[in-house]
């Protein structure tokens, strides 16, 4: 078990400064997006994670939004096996834009090709997407072969059987069996916070819904959400995987939020 940080708030010509700050706070390891890792290059993310001795836990995929973008991570799975990546994170396509069928053949096909590299596929569960409510989360687990999940704190809380209340627990337990990574943040919710959620499960793309769901993420003890109450139940269903803190609003002074956010946590683990 360690604790990660994602570089969602560096840019890809930052990547390498995101990797010493992580290091500098003291983290385990890093996940960083498959784009980002195109634009530096596989090479030189590997040169640079055993410089500063650093764990890919996992690589996060390109939107599934498209047959290309299925095809460039199936092409892509070696190389991202060749990273000693962990995990693969697959992010599913945008709400109400494909069939069941269709997710689940892309899904079935990205999944394959990542065991067949020696990565463990993972799909993210993520607000306004085909993989949102814990029915479809369910629902994707049971059709795929071979597929887990990140379980991200945040995605969940706005359709766990607690909402309002930042508990998220319900989906933990539910999940126990199926959770390999988990992603954390925390959500300071909006005043019309159900509504936009509402109308993005609904398909309403509109950019005031987008803003208001998305920017309600925060650091972590910034927000709702009872995450000393979330460890106790990865530990009472015996979950033993990473945590990666992933921060996705704060892009000034990132090296400070990434200490603050690895010394919340610390907090939260050794109490």
Not at 88 to 99: A, D, I, N, S, T
Not at 181 to 207: I, M, W
Not at 241 to 248: A, N, Q
Request: hydrophobic fraction near 40%.
């Amino acid at each position: 078990m360690g604790t990660g940080y994602t570089t969602v708030m560096y840019d890809a010509e930052d990547v390498e400064t995101a990797l010493t700050d992580i290091l500098a706070c003291r983290y385990d390891g890093v996940e960083i997006g498959v784009e980002k890792i195109r634009s530096i290059g596989f090479d030189t993310l590997s040169a640079w994670l055993t410089k500063y001795d650093l764990d890919l836990y996992l690589a996060m995929s390109e939107w599934i939004e498209s047959e290309d973008a299925v095809d460039r991570m199936v092409e892509e799975m070696p190389a991202i096996a060749g990273l000693d990546a962990e995990f693969v994170g697959l992010l599913p396509p945008q709400r109400g834009r494909y069939e069941t069928e269709t997710v689940e053949n892309w899904l079935g096909r990205l999944a394959d090709a990542a065991l067949d590299a020696g990565v463990q596929p993972l799909v993210h569960h993520h607000g306004a997407t085909a993989v949102e409510q814990p029915e479809e989360i369910r629902h994707y687990l049971d059709a795929v072969d071979g597929l887990e999940l990140v379980f991200d704190t945040a995605h969940y809380y706005p359709y766990g059987e607690n909402f309002p209340d930042g508990d998220v627990t319900d989906g933990i337990e539910r999940f126990a069996d199926d959770i390999a990574y988990v992603h954390l943040k925390d959500v300071e919710p909006v005043k019309d916070f159900a509504a936009n959620r509402d109308a993005l499960t609904a398909g309403d793309f509109h950019l005031d819904n987008v803003i208001n769901y998305f920017r309600s993420f925060t650091d972590l003890g910034d927000g709702i959400l009872d995450l000393e109450g979330a460890y106790g139940a990865f530990q009472k269903v015996g979950y033993e995987g990473h945590f990666t803190i992933e921060i996705e609003n704060q892009t000034d002074r990132p090296l400070l939020h990434a200490k603050e956010n690895y010394d919340y946590w610390s907090s939260v683990t050794d109490a």
